[in-house]
T-cell receptor, first 113, second 114 residues
C-alpha cells in the first residue's frame, strides 16, 4: 500500500535543461509535501516543501507544483546542473498523524554535462 | 554546527549478536526518528519519539528497541541481529513549527548482518 508513489525510478537530462520529477499520492488527508535530495553515503537533505493550501512554491532553481484534484505534485529544476545528480524523495505529512512522513521510493536523477 | 550525529558509520554483525546504534542531535528538537533504507526502497520508519521519555512504533519495529532519556539522544537497539536487518539506518530529528515539519538527517549507519 504505497501512499506516495514516484513512478519513475530514474531520469536523465542534459545540463542546462529542465528536470521534472513527479510524485503521486493517494491519501487526501495529506496536508504538507516535501522534497528531499540524497547523495550516496549521506543522509537525505531537505530541498523544498509545499502546503496543501498552495499550488506552487519556488526557491531559486527549484519549483514545486501541487495539483490537489489530481493528487499529483512535481519538482522542476531549471536549469539542471551536474551537482543536482542525486536521488530525490517525495514525502507527505498528515498533521494528524503525529508528524510522521510517508516517503516515496525515490527517483535517481542524472544530469549529464 | 553538528546537527544529527550517528555512530558508527559502518558495522558488520554476526547473526545473533546485539548492538546499539547511537544518535544525538544538538538542535534541541523534540521529535526524533529512526528509519531504515533497503536497496532500491524508500525510507521505512522503525520508531519515533515526540519527546524525552515518549516513544512509539513505526512501520517496521520488530527486532528493534529504542529509548529516549534525554532530548539529545535516541539510541536504537538490535537485540538478536538477523540477516533481514542488513540495511542503512538513518536517524532524524525535527521540531514542530505549525506546518509541515522538516526532518534533519544524520549521515547513516551501514549495517551488515552475516
Amino acid at each position: 500500500d504505497q501512499q506516495v508513489k514516484q513512478n519513475s525510478p530514474s531520469l536523465s537530462v542534459q545540463e542546462g535543461r529542465i528536470s521534472i520529477l513527479n510524485c503521486d499520492y493517494t491519501n487526501s488527508m495529506f496536508d504538507y509535501f516535501l522534497w528531499y535530495k540524497k547523495y550516496p553515503a549521506e543522509g537525505p537533505t531537505f530541498l523544498i516543501s509545499i502546503s496543501s493550501i498552495k499550488d506552487k512554491n519556488e526557491d531559486g532553481r527549484f519549483t514545486v507544483f501541487l495539483n490537489k484534484s489530481a493528487k499529483h505534485l512535481s519538482l522542476h529544476i531549471v536549469p539542471s546542473q551536474p551537482g543536482d545528480s542525486a536521488v530525490y524523495f517525495c514525502a507527505a505529512n498528515n498533521a494528524g498523524n503525529n508528524r510522521k512522513l510517508i516517503w516515496g521510493l525515490g527517483t535517481s536523477l542524472a544530469v549529464n554535462p | 554546527n553538528a546537527g544529527v550525529t550517528q555512530t558508527p558509520k559502518f558495522r558488520i554483525l554476526k547473526i545473533g549478536q546485539s548492538m546499539t546504534l547511537q544518535c544525538t542531535q544538538d538542535m534541541n528538537h523534540n521529535y526524533m526518528y529512526w528509519y531504515r533504507q533497503d536497496p532500491g526502497m524508500g525510507l521505512k520508519l522503525i520508531y519515533y519519539s515526540v519527546g524525552a521519555g515518549i516513544t512509539d512504533k513505526g512501520e517496521v519495529p520488530n527486532g528493534y528497541n529504542v529509548s529516549r532519556s534525554t532530548t539529545e539522544d535516541f539510541p536504537l537497539r538490535l537485540e538478536l541481529a538477523a540477516p533481514s536487518q542488513t540495511s542503512v539506518y538513518f536517524c532524524a530529528s525535527s521540531y514542530s513549527r505549525g506546518g509541515g515539519d522538516i526532518q534533519y538527517f544524520g549521515a547513516g549507519t551501514r549495517l551488515s548482518v552475516l
